[in-house]
């Protein structure tokens, strides 16, 4: 799918996306936040569980994201790809507000120790949720999850009744609120590609797939070295698959990978002074003349 760059109009409205990212006021929005949650496994009475269960509806103005989903979404992307998982776990780290870690199993026991010895700025976003029975002096509690409570914005661990107990999980929300380390819009400066921040990227990815309605992944990485500069593949193909994970995309399987905004979901950046609608009335113009095809995708999965 060459959409953007397949006709004339289309590639005028991506040359004046590209005026727009470089030229008007661009800001982090204060909602919604990325949270990042590790712990046991969703299958079982876990607390990691119990938590997403009370923040469908307790934490709605939060995105909440599993590793393993984002994972799974990009092994399984058109050609699946050995994934290194530190390095991986490092970029949703870099790209999430909060990083809340139940250690509960050993994969999450792993996290501790790693996310432990992460950069400061990864390490100070970290909220350590454990059950109140395992308050000893164990090399958990003495070791990395010490080392974390030193850092960290939110404080000493929380200490909580397990699953399938959820009297406690106010707790983890009101921990959140008043801690929460972003209080204010945050500018975002355009830079190339390679040198603005994973979330950054992460940002402009949804708003490119949200003006231009739907694009494949050699359309998107098409847009991007356009307004941007390369990308690299790697690195977007998991920040399209942490997008899906958190329900912002929705990926469409068929002869290539098709890429279309969730209806329910929010840009995390505000353009100043941007008529967004006028943009995507005119993206959508364009990709019902080029790709009439894939305008009728759009129209499906938008109703």
Not at 118 to 125: F, G, H, L, Q, Y
Request: proline share 5%; hydrophobic share 40%; with cysteine.
């Amino acid at each position: 799918m060459s959409y953007p760059t397949s006709n004339p109009k289309s590639q005028r409205l991506l040359d004046n996306v590209k005026t727009i990212f470089s030229k008007k006021p661009i800001f982090r929005e204060l909602e919604p936040n990325i949270i990042f949650v590790c712990g046991g496994s969703i299958q079982e009475n876990s607390f990691r569980e119990g938590f997403l269960n009370y923040a469908k509806n307790e934490l709605e103005t939060f995105r909440i994201f599993l590793a393993e989903d984002a994972a799974q979404d990009f092994i399984d992307f058109d050609k699946p790809q050995f994934l290194e998982l530190a390095d991986f776990e490092k970029l949703i780290a870099e790209i999430a507000d909060t990083i809340i870690i139940f250690p509960e199993s050993p994969g999450s026991f792993a996290e501790i120790g790693f996310f432990s010895n992460s950069i400061k700025e990864i390490t100070k976003r970290i909220l350590v949720v454990n059950n109140i029975k395992e308050q000893s002096n164990s090399f958990l509690n003495l070791g990395p999850i010490h080392k974390i409570e030193k850092v960290s914005d939110y404080g000493k661990a929380l200490h909580l009744e397990p699953y399938p107990s959820t009297s406690n999980f106010p707790q983890i929300k009101d921990r959140l609120e008043k801690f929460f380390p972003r209080k204010r819009r945050i500018k975002i400066n355009f830079n190339s590609f390679a040198k603005i921040k994973p979330s950054e990227k992460l940002f402009y990815i949804y708003e490119l797939v949200s003006i231009f309605r739907i694009l494949s992944f050699e359309g998107l990485k098409s847009a991007i070295r356009n307004i941007f500069g390369k990308p690299k593949e790697k690195e977007l193909k998991i920040l399209l698959s942490l997008l899906v994970s958190t329900g912002d995309l929705i990926r469409i399987d068929g002869e290539e990978q098709l890429f279309i905004t969730s209806k329910n979901s929010n840009s995390f950046i505000n353009i100043e002074n941007l008529d967004k609608n006028r943009l995507i009335l005119l993206a959508t113009e364009a990709l019902e003349l080029s790709h009439p095809k894939f305008h009728k995708l759009v129209i499906q999965n938008q109703l």
